[in-house]
């Protein structure tokens, strides 16, 4: 699983606005990024391939978090990468699927 942070999470110093317009901020709840990403899955409208997932869609209830080497806290939850099913594809064709993603 991974976490992403919310870009504009943070203001650009007045010195660089012209080099980037960029800011990604420390991580916390209020700018913790949930979209999904990821090209679409071939044959869905809109499906990409990683998703957030809450910690009880994990299946965790209690004392999913975890802290950090500062002291910080992060959520259970996090990015998960749904790989396609043999009944969508060959086996052939998930391992190439997998394997182009993660290659990208």
């Known amino acids: ?17 012209n080099i980037s317009q960029d800011c990604y901020g420390e991580f916390s709840s209020r700018n913790e990024n949930r979209t999904a990403f990821g090209d679409i899955i071939a044959g869905t409208t809109n499906q990409r391939p990683y998703t957030y ?25 996090g990015f ?12 052939v064709d998930v391992a190439a699927s997998a394997i182009a993603k993660v290659s990208k």
Do not use: R
């Open 1 to 17: 699983m991974s976490l992403q942070v919310t870009n504009s999470s943070c203001d650009v110093l007045t010195p660089l606005v």
């Open 53 to 77: 997932k809450t910690a009880k869609d994990l299946g965790c209830t209690l004392g999913c978090s975890s802290s950090g080497e500062i002291g910080v806290s992060y959520p259970a939850g």
């Open 80 to 91: 998960v990468f749904a790989l396609p099913t043999t009944d969508d594809l060959t086996t």
